[in-house]
């Protein structure tokens, strides 16, 4: 189960005395509950699950895993050894 | 309410809701039709007020169709219980390859529905069906007790006329056929899921409800090789081509990353955990067009201003008969079954 | 969107792959743990990118899977109450109880909302007073805190027209419960990358020691995905075993620590059923003492239940990975998305429905292939 979906923060208030906000998921909003994530910014990016925030998104991290990827077949290339060189 | 075209308002006014007399068959129904729908719709036909309208037929053959619509809410993003009204009978008689003349209306209306939304209802029919060119030529009228109709249902029915020679159904897809969508899937059903109770979201996204026999007439100008039309109303593209597959016993396969999508119904589809090739479309159509044509349809659509984003997103294959097989963005494959029950949103 | 887009890319997911299968020299099965992983290799193919040694094993964390039959039985009962309006995540609907689904029960007149958010369900409670909302409040560890704060929330308001029927299940137990299975072939596990974000992963290293078994938490997307199985094979392969984490953007260690405040104070740990699965100790939520008020079960009387679980069904087994759904007798046949036995035909990320749908697929490729001579 979690389904839970990346969006970004663009309006902070209150609604009971409940941390609530506004999130864009690309191009549509949502009232989301952001009582967990009591840190978090407008501007910033949330995962988001039954119209919760669970945690901020670690953008840099995000950023780093995704360099990674791009490493990836990079490497590869680099150190590929055609096969009549194999002892 | 706009009132200006209408011949005398006044009796309407009376009754700012619908009473159980309006019905009834006796003045109140009279009133109605008088100051509502004859206004409305406008044509000599209808004005006759007969008990059936005869009507100058071509020869040859005709089609028939008829659908009920129930939609909830009645006023929703980009259009109405009316638009779907006129366009899906409208629609449905286009996939034959026929051209719509004709549409009979019966309304079950519940007993308090608003005189001033019954006009709004029946104003957009007659704004659909003059876009479309057809007439609504005979109809009907019954009021049900207090909490039962939902504001209002509708029935219409419908006839066209079939070109000479033309033969287009669920049955005539064949391999080596490929399979074009005239435009983005899924706008309809999240416009719709935007404004209901719970499940609400802000959004730009607006029901793509719209009347497709110009679109298909001049497609048919162009090929007469055009194999099944089909507007992917309830269960989407999804169910369709399912249900096109079973008919016609042969397989689809088709590539994802060609549908499609707009983005705001991308992501609205991602926020409720629903898969954009399950939700329904008012304003659409599935044409499956044999190989060499396919270009040349293509083509043609791209000038309608109803199939200017159309695709070519797979083709028929006699593997896997009966079967709608995708290849999905990464590269991997996955079976699309047809839908069982309504699709909700999940959280797993 | 953001941040998901990204992690979607097919180029990258073929050269993922290409990087797995360059590292597998023997056959591995590993399961990965949550109902969403599951959704999104079916939904993208992803087992199809795998080298043939690499199975994955459909784990049980799907809530439409493993709820109760008694306590699916049960919110069926209070559901057909006459002025009880019962709201609940869509992918409830369908679930069979002993003898019906909710959608039987909208059918015969029961008044049964689908929400989005809990808090829709408290919503619901405020706009009408004159009826009894009840909450069926299901889910991993991911959803708890939305649940908790749904009843805190009703409770702050005063409303007495509101209360919620729990059936949480905990992660860690039933990890313990599948190595400590007999019948168990798993090998490492793929953690759910949300049940994480909310509870960190500092449950993990005990049960990687006992066991010996890698985890890697993972997360959703495609690329999510076969990173999660490549950093797994990667363990697996050298014979290690330790507590990983590649959904680093969102999973720390110690996880969302005032959504596990809220967690201390409105759930307690209980003993909890797992369908087809059994009884794991101590691996369920239930509203604590200081909440018993909105407990659905103390507030409605529903007696009488008889559950009968289909002896023909055998989605424990298939939970665990002992048994392929294509090996049940009833596959197929009595059993089928249609007419499903069990919850695993249920949910389209079950593991029967997965198969029931795919296996045809291959069984009628497999067909048309040319015979050699």
């Known amino acids: 189960m979690c389904l839970a979906i990346p969006g970004q923060v663009t309006e902070i208030h209150e609604d009971n005395g409940i941390m609530m906000g506004k999130v864009n998921f690309g191009g549509i909003t949502k009232n989301v509950c952001l009582a967990y994530v009591p840190e978090i910014a407008v501007g910033d990016y949330t995962i988001v699950h039954v119209g919760f925030a669970l945690n901020r998104i670690d953008e840099e991290s995000a950023r780093a895993t995704l360099k990674m990827f791009e490493e990836l077949g990079v490497l590869n290339e680099e150190l590929e050894v055609p096969d009549e060189v194999h002892e | ?348 | 969107m953001k941040y998901m887009n990204e992690f979607r890319d097919g180029a990258t997911a073929q050269r993922l792959a290409q990087e797995i299968r360059q590292i597998t020299t023997r056959p591995w099965a590993i399961m990965e743990v949550c109902g969403g992983q599951t959704h999104s290799i079916i939904r993208n193919g992803i087992d199809q990118l795998l080298p043939e040694e690499i199975e994955l094993i459909h784990g049980p964390g799907c809530p439409v899977c493993v709820t109760p039959l008694e306590l699916i039985d049960k919110a069926l009962a209070i559901a057909s109450l006459p002025g009880v309006m019962f709201c609940s995540f869509g992918d409830m609907l369908r679930v069979p109880g002993s003898t019906k689904d909710l959608f039987k029960v909208k059918s015969e007149g029961g008044d049964i909302r689908v929400v989005y958010s809990p808090l829709d369900a408290v919503t619901l409670a405020q706009k009408n007073p004159e009826k009894q909302v009840v909450f069926f409040g299901i889910g991993f560890e991911t959803t708890a805190p939305a649940n908790a704060m749904a009843v805190h929330l009703a409770k702050k308001l005063g409303l007495r027209n509101f209360s919620m029927l729990v059936s949480h299940v905990l992660v860690p137990p039933a990890l313990e419960a599948i190595m400590t299975s007999p019948i168990s072939r798993v090998q490492a596990f793929l953690a759910a990358g949300h049940v994480c974000s909310v509870m960190g992963y500092w449950q993990y290293p005990p049960i990687v020691e006992r066991f010996h078994v890698p985890i890697v938490i993972t997360g959703f997307e495609p690329l999510d995905v076969l990173q999660g199985i490549r950093q797994t094979v990667v363990q697996l392969e050298a014979g290690e075993a330790s507590v990983e984490n590649a959904y680093a953007r969102v999973c720390s260690f110690e996880g969302n620590k005032t959504a596990q405040k809220m967690l201390e104070e409105v759930f307690e740990v209980t003993d909890r059923a797992w369908r087809g699965v059994g009884t794991i100790p101590k691996s369920g939520w239930r509203l604590s003492p200081a909440y018993r008020d909105f407990d659905a079960e103390y507030r409605f009387e529903v007696s009488g239940i008889e559950t009968k679980e289909s002896p023909l069904c055998r989605a424990g087994e298939v939970l665990q990975g002992a048994l392929k759904p294509n090996q049940c007798e009833a596959f197929g046949k009595q059993c089928t998305p249609r007419n499903p036995l069990g919850a695993t035909m249920v949910s389209a990320e079950g593991a029967c429905a997965a198969y029931y749908n795919y296996g045809r697929f291959v069984t009628l490729e497999k067909a048309q292939q040319p015979v050699h001579a």
């Open chain 2, 1 to 348: 309410m706009e009132f200006t075209n209408w011949s005398c308002p006044l009796p309407l006014l009376d009754y700012p809701n619908i009473v159980i007399g309006h019905g009834g068959g006796g003045k109140l129904s009279a009133e109605l039709i008088e100051h509502l729908f004859l206004p409305a719709f406008r044509n000599d036909v209808l004005e006759n007020l007969g008990d059936s309208s005869v009507l100058n037929v071509p020869a040859g053959r005709l089609a028939f169709s008829t659908d009920s619509f129930v939609v909830k809410p009645l006023f929703f993003p980009g259009g109405s219980i009316g638009d779907l009204a006129v366009n899906g009978t409208v629609n449905d008689l286009a996939m034959s390859g026929a051209r719509p003349l004709f549409l009979s209306a019966g309304f079950i209306i519940e007993e308090g529905f608003s005189m001033s939304s019954l006009a709004q209802v029946v104003q957009r029919m007659a704004q659909a069906a003059e876009k479309a060119g057809v007439l609504v030529v005979t109809g009907d009228t019954k009021v049900v007790e207090k909490g039962h109709g939902d504001g209002c249902y509708i029935n219409t029915a419908g006839i066209g006329v079939m070109p000479d020679g033309l033969h287009i159904g669920p049955t005539r897809a064949q391999p080596g056929d490929a399979v074009i969508v005239s435009g983005s899937i899924g706008d309809h059903g999240m416009a719709i899921m935007s404004v209901r109770e719970s499940l609400e979201f802000e959004t730009t996204i607006e029901s793509d409800c719209a009347a497709l026999n110009t679109l298909v007439d001049a497609m048919l100008g162009v090929s007469r090789d055009i194999h099944v039309l089909r507007d992917p109303t309830r269960g989407g593209v999804a169910s369709s081509l399912n249900e096109i597959a079973g008919q016609s016993r042969v397989g689809i396969m088709i590539d994802e990353t060609k549908i499609p999508v707009k983005s705001d119904v991308h992501s609205a589809c991602e926020l409720l955990g629903l898969d954009p090739i399950y939700v329904a479309n008012e304003g659409k159509l599935i044409a499956i067009v044999a190989g060499h044509a396919a270009d040349a349809v293509l083509a043609c659509m791209r000038t309608h201003p109803l199939g200017v984003e159309a695709a070519i997103i797979g083709t028929v294959t006699a593997k896997h008969p009966g079967m709608l097989v995708a290849k999905t963005g990464i590269g991997g494959t996955r079976v699309i079954p047809m839908q069982i029950g309504e699709q909700l949103p999940r959280i797993c």
